[in-house]
T-cell receptor
Framework: AQSVSQHNHHVILSEAASLELGCNYS??????LFWYVQYPGQHLQLLLK??????LVKGIKGFEAEFIKSKFSFNLRKPSVQWSDTAEYFC???????????FGTGTRLTVIP | KAGVTQTPRYLIKTRGQQVTLSCSPI?????VSWYQQTPGQGLQFLFE???????NKGNFPGRFSGRQFSNSRSEMNVSTLELGDSALYLC??????????????FGSGTRLTVV
């Protein structure tokens, strides 16, 4: 069965610090990869997604993620975080062609002004 | 255009009762998926409906069921509620249910508390 691991449960950073959130998945086939964000009191929103091609994917609000197939990883990065990035971040995986997502347990990011 | 609408937003039920949650997808979206979100487990897939047919089901007991109507609106039902069913239940819709790469749009969820 597929699984998604997000090793950091809670990350606390100061504004302007760089961010990297880890995501590893277990599935040997072709996958589609996603990062979603849930701001306090808001619904889940798609940050970025990877299907094929360039393994470095750029999303909204300056976020990017790199797919490393050999490591089964899809880590999320941002060079300089802002207070408004405080949110919960979820990595998700789907088999190519499937219509359900497997989510990680999420990483809560707190950015201190 | 209107987003995914879930009703009610909050619900408190007693153990043993049953509950029905509703989801109206974005107009034109035919696929509706349901997820359970809890602090310890994250988001777990419940089931997915497309054109009134359940196409996928997650690993939840039979107390969890759902259906989809001809207008794509969906309901999920939980019978014989247990304390562990307390969670945020999220609905997501997508335009082409066959492939996830079209992306989900999530609703704000229904917060169910079982006491």
């Amino acid at each position: 069965a597929q699984s998604v691991s997000q090793h950091n449960h809670h990350v606390i950073l100061s504004e302007a610090a760089s961010l990297e959130l880890g995501c590893n998945y277990s599935y040997g086939g072709t996958v589609n990869l996603f990062w979603y964000v849930q701001y306090p009191g808001q619904h889940l929103q798609l940050l970025l997604k990877y299907f094929s091609g360039d393994p470095l994917v750029k999303g909204i609000k300056g976020f990017e993620a790199e797919f490393i197939k050999s490591k089964f990883s899809f880590n999320l990065r941002k060079p300089s975080v802002q207070w408004s990035d405080t949110a919960e971040y979820f990595c998700a995986v789907a088999q190519t062609g499937a219509n359900n997502l497997f989510f990680g347990t999420g990483t809560r990011l707190t950015v201190i002004p | 255009k209107a987003g995914v609408t879930q009703t009610p937003r909050y619900l408190i039920k007693t153990r043993g009762q049953q509950v029905t949650l509703s989801c109206s997808p974005i107009s034109g979206h035919r696929s509706v998926s349901w997820y359970q979100q809890t602090p310890g487990q994250g988001l777990q897939f419940l089931f997915e409906y497309f054109s009134e047919t359940q196409r996928n089901k997650g690993n939840f007991p039979g107390r969890f069921s759902g259906r989809q109507f001809s207008n794509s609106r969906s309901e999920m039902n939980v019978s014989t509620l247990e304390l562990g069913d307390s969670a945020l239940y999220l609905c997501a819709s997508s335009p082409q249910g066959a492939q996830i790469n079209y992306g989900y749009t999530f609703g704000s969820g229904t917060r169910l508390t079982v006491v």
